[in-house]
């Protein structure tokens, strides 16, 4: 008796598994093609948070998004959030999260003062205001590279270049806070001329510098 239930369960595992897992596949790829016809910036933005980790799979969603005639903005601190997200204007933001060398922590705490004090003015302003223990200065390089801090600056040699003196500028800043002082530095002025000439004059990266930094953080453009 034992056997021949064997045999009926063997004849079964044939067909009943394939079949139940063909029908369940059916339906998921029926939901998932509706959202991506229906709401497809959502859904191209979720599935590359979803693969976020996976730099290579990003690649290919972007040439989808670009394929999909969807519009993907580069990565913008002023902008942007950990995961891919879509703004008001139906476009996919970059998540900061797929910058490689950029971890959950340092974003958390950069979006925690850009939504305390409004969008980051300069590199200057972003150095102050940000816990420079949480976010170092080797994550700073890599946003510069992958030109996430490109708003804050005249471009990505003068922001790299000035790097060092805005965190110092920012430490000495956070001394005179701890002091009661204020801002005795200048480190948050308003005034064009004097956030112009705090930046180091140097000239702008060649194409292929800025390439292999774009290459280097987010493996494509």
């Not at 008001?88 to 999260?97: K, S, W």
């Not at 430490?171 to 480190?187: C, L, N, P, T, Y």
Request: contains cysteine; aromatic residues 10%; charged residues 25%.
């Amino acid at each position: 008796m034992a056997m021949k239930i064997f045999d009926l369960v063997e004849k079964f595992a044939g067909y009943g598994f394939n079949k139940s897992h063909s029908a369940a596949y059916a339906l998921v790829s029926y939901q998932t093609l509706w959202l991506k016809k229906h709401y497809p910036a959502e859904f191209m933005a979720a599935v590359m948070t979803a693969d976020m980790d996976n730099t290579e799979k990003v690649v290919g969603l972007v040439d989808e998004c670009f394929r999909m005639k969807l519009k993907v903005l580069p990565p913008d601190i002023n902008a942007g959030l950990f995961r891919f997200n879509v703004n008001d204007e139906g476009a996919i933001v970059y998540g900061i999260g797929a910058i490689k060398g950029v971890g959950e922590g340092p974003i958390d705490a950069i979006i925690e003062a850009r939504n305390k004090d409004g969008y980051f003015r300069d590199l200057f302003d972003f150095c102050a205001r940000i816990d420079l223990k949480k976010v170092n200065k080797r994550v700073i390089e890599k946003l510069i590279m992958a030109g996430a801090l490109d708003k804050l600056g005249p471009h990505r040699a003068a922001l790299m270049a000035s790097l060092n003196d805005a965190v110092k500028a920012a430490s000495q800043h956070h001394q005179a806070e701890a002091f009661g002082q204020g801002d005795m530095f200048g480190v948050l002025t308003d005034a064009p001329e004097e956030v112009e000439n705090k930046y180091t004059q140097v000239p702008a990266w060649p194409e292929k510098v800025w390439l292999e930094g774009e290459r280097e953080t987010l493996v494509f453009i």
